[in-house]
């Protein structure tokens, strides 16, 4: 998959770990968020990596896409969360499984919100690999500059 694998390999952030805690996907060091999911502050995304540099947002509008991919997750969801409840309780009640499904929405839509555009940055977007060189603590900025232009 990735061809600079030998370089700085013991450097290099586990694609799944950095998807996990929202880290930038080109240095998967710097936070996508500024905050957490849960915050009451509401979630505040930066407009560019604090670490490499990256501006999030690839083109203007870009994040309606993720709205698709947050309405992917849901129906996945709901479609988990009416089974297990039928599996577990076996209810024909049509009440018990709005409940459920609308407390879930509400419950997960900050979690589907983070992570549809961290799925939209890390696998549905052509051309934005990790750059393991950008993790590095100590990037002079002319060469920060070099990479941007490249990418
Ligand atoms: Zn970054």
């Not at 929405?105 to 060189?133: A, D, K, M």
Request: charged letters at 15%.
């Amino acid at each position: 998959m990735e061809t600079q694998a030998h370089h700085h390999n013991e450097d290099r952030v586990p694609v799944l770990k950095a998807a996990i805690q929202a880290k930038c996907p080109r240095c998967r060091k710097g936070d996508m968020f500024a905050n957490s999911t849960y915050s009451l502050s509401g979630q505040q995304m930066h407009k560019t990596c604090p670490h490499c540099g990256m501006t999030y947002e690839r083109e203007p509008g870009y994040f309606y896409v993720a709205m698709f991919v947050s309405y992917a997750m849901n129906v996945a969801q709901m479609v988990t969360l009416a089974v297990g409840t039928y599996i577990l309780t076996g209810s024909n009640s049509p009440w018990l499984y709005v409940a459920i499904l609308l407390g879930s929405i509400l419950v997960l839509s900050p979690f589907n919100y983070r992570y549809s555009r961290v799925v939209l940055l890390y696998w549905l977007t052509p051309g934005l690999h990790y750059r393991p060189e950008l993790s590095h603590d100590h990037t002079p900025d002319n060469t920060t500059n070099n990479k941007l232009a490249q990418a």
